[in-house]
């Protein structure tokens, strides 16, 4: 089984739509991150929590929000989906434990906005 | 400024042949990490390696090889005798230690190896 699952993997949605994305792991790590990737523009941070308590803005958080309901899930919520949100969305996670801070990437979801 | 720049937009070379890819980097910090993942065509991030600012030895994977320069602020990855299953873009990416554990990556390089 994977280590980061990410639900859906394809969604298409209309604008105005309310949607969500989530993530679950089974690394037992701390630390999670929700990315956006666009063509030509690599992977911008949207959110990322260092624990459940602890939820931060990363580079593009506007249209989107977070929560945290555990320590292995993290979930994106787009309130009201626009056309510029269509990207692929990737959830990454991380361990402060071991001191690495290498961040493991899920499979991506692939959100479309009509 | 934090910024990684990868020039290399798109490579396109013929199997067995050597490749070199790109990564510049820009940060303040004194302790950082550098990293190169691959996106295969089926999407997935895949890491690669991961390496420390104080650590400037070159490092070799099988084909794969790593030259970090930090007087240059370079990180290229090169690929040796390239194979079809190569393919892929590769992204390079810097975590400054203590910006609160933001990966910045470059736009990445699509490697396209022809049989």
């Given at each position: 089984?994977?280590?980061?699952?990410?639900?859906?993997?394809?969604?298409?949605?209309?604008?105005?739509?309310?949607?969500?994305?989530?993530?679950?792991?089974?690394?037992?790590?701390?630390?999670?991150?929700?990315?956006?990737q666009?063509?030509?523009?690599?992977?911008?941070?949207?959110?990322?929590?260092?624990?459940?308590?602890?939820?931060?803005?990363?580079?593009?958080?506007?249209?989107?929000?977070?929560?945290?309901?555990?320590?292995?899930?993290?979930?994106l919520?787009?309130?009201?989906?626009?056309?510029?949100?269509?990207?692929?969305?990737?959830?990454?996670?991380?361990?402060?434990?071991?001191?690495?801070?290498?961040?493991?990437?899920?499979?991506?979801?692939?959100?479309?906005?009509? | 400024?934090?910024?990684?720049?990868?020039?290399?937009?798109?490579?396109?070379?013929?199997?067995?042949?050597?490749?070199?890819?790109?990564?510049?980097?820009?940060?303040?910090?004194?302790?950082?990490?550098?990293?190169?993942?691959?996106?295969?065509?089926?999407?997935?991030?895949?890491?690669?390696?991961?390496?420390?600012?104080?650590?400037?030895?070159?490092e070799?994977?099988?084909?794969?090889?790593?030259n970090?320069?930090?007087?240059?602020?370079?990180?290229?990855?090169?690929?040796?005798?390239?194979?079809?299953?190569?393919?892929?873009?590769?992204?390079?990416?810097?975590?400054?230690?203590?910006?609160?554990?933001?990966?910045i990556?470059?736009?990445?390089?699509?490697?396209?190896?022809?049989?």
């Amino acid at each position: 089984d994977a280590d980061v699952t990410q639900t859906p993997r394809n969604r298409i949605t209309k604008t105005g739509k309310r949607i969500m994305l989530e993530c679950s792991q089974t690394k037992g790590h701390d630390r999670m991150y929700w990315y956006r990737q666009d063509p030509g523009l690599g992977l911008r941070l949207i959110y990322y929590s260092f624990d459940v308590k602890d939820i931060n803005k990363g580079e593009i958080s506007d249209g989107y929000s977070v929560s945290r309901q555990a320590q292995a899930k993290f979930s994106l919520s787009l309130e009201s989906a626009i056309p510029n949100q269509t990207a692929l969305y990737f959830c990454a996670t991380s361990d402060t434990g071991t001191g690495e801070d290498t961040q493991y990437f899920g499979p991506g979801t692939r959100l479309t906005v009509l | 400024a934090q910024k990684v720049t990868q020039a290399q937009t798109e490579i396109s070379v013929v199997e067995k042949e050597d490749v070199t890819l790109d990564c510049v980097y820009e940060t303040r910090d004194t302790t950082y990490y550098l990293f190169w993942y691959k996106q295969p065509p089926s999407g997935e991030l895949v890491f690669l390696i991961r390496r420390n600012s104080f650590d400037e030895q070159n490092e070799i994977s099988g084909r794969y090889s790593w030259n970090f320069q930090k007087s240059t602020s370079s990180f290229n990855f090169t690929i040796t005798a390239s194979q079809v299953v190569d393919s892929a873009v590769y992204f390079c990416a810097l975590y400054p230690y203590n910006q609160g554990g933001k990966l910045i990556f470059g736009q990445g390089t699509e490697l396209s190896v022809k049989p």
